[in-house]
């Protein structure tokens, strides 16, 4: 009989970083709320989580990020001045960010690393499984990777990482895993972690992306967790603790995902990631493409 665990519903979302690859843009704006097309890359974070039936949301931020609250509350004078011009369409899409889901804050403090924003979360999240999802990863709600985490997770218990597949020579941007695999072909039993490794030395080609289902014995391994790469207490290293040893907080387990994810870390990447979701939009996708082609062939 397959085992039945708890019920997941609270998710992590941390969002204390200093976007300095996007200064000057992000000196005075938080990275979070720069606009993918006409909505800001946190609600679309948020929007995933509440997709896979997590209502209870935790954001870990820092100085500076007060915009992320005041997005996700009610703006009255905004939703009244909208009323009153009878403008019902642009009032709905206001008032969806503050109606999402129930939103809680708790600022990290010293930005001392992924591995310590998620234990910023240990007092609210308890001990309960709970989901982490890093704002820089946008998936696609056509490709429900978070929900397949919940799924297995629920049934296997431990932590549960998004991994994908990358070239060789790329996987030292990323941590990496060390895989066995199931009687799945989308699920793999995660033997050991190392965070960006040299190339040379890597145990895969599998790379850890922003999505994790975690175990709460994680919160003990990271405040015992050093300082590693970079100075930072790395959530890769206390990952790496829980699957060499099982008894701590059961197995690890990756989902190997193939679907449409759209990375806004990177200025390039951003820019792609706008390009490709207005592309797909019923509102602008015709008239945005006919333009890109005309670019394209005409301009360069």
Known sequence: MTQSHPRISKAVIP??????RFLP????????MLPVVDKPA?????????GAGLSDVLMVTGRNKRPLEDHFDRNY???????????????????ESSDLATMHYVRQGD????????????????????????GDDLIDP????????????????????ALMEVEPAQIGLYGCAAVDPTGESDVVRVTDLIEKP???EAPSNYAIIGRYVLDPAVFDILRETEPGRGGEIQLTDALQKLAAEEKIGGPVHGV??????????????????????????????????AWLRRYVTEEM
């Open 15 to 20: 969002a204390a970083g200093l976007g300095t």
């Open 25 to 32: 843009a992000t000196k005075a704006t938080p990275k979070e």
């Open 111 to 134: 930005p001392r690393g992924l591995g310590h924003a998620v234990l910023c979360a240990a007092p609210h999240v308890g001990n309960q499984p709970f989901a982490v999802l890093l």
């Open 198 to 200: 040299d190339p040379s």
């Open 142 to 161: 056509r490709d429900p990777l978070l929900s397949r985490m919940v799924e297995i997770q629920e049934r296997e218990g431990g932590s549960v990482i």
């Open 42 to 50: 946190i609600q679309y974070v948020v929007e995933e989580a509440v």
């Open 256 to 289: 190997v995902f193939k679907g449409r994810r759209y990375d806004t870390g990177d200025r390039g990447d951003y820019l792609r990631a706008i390009v490709r979701l207005a592309c797909e939009r019923e509102d602008l996708g015709p008239d945005f493409r």
């Open 77 to 95: 004078e905004l939703e009244e001045a909208l009323r009153r011009k009878g403008d019902g369409q642009r009032l709905a899409k206001v008032q």
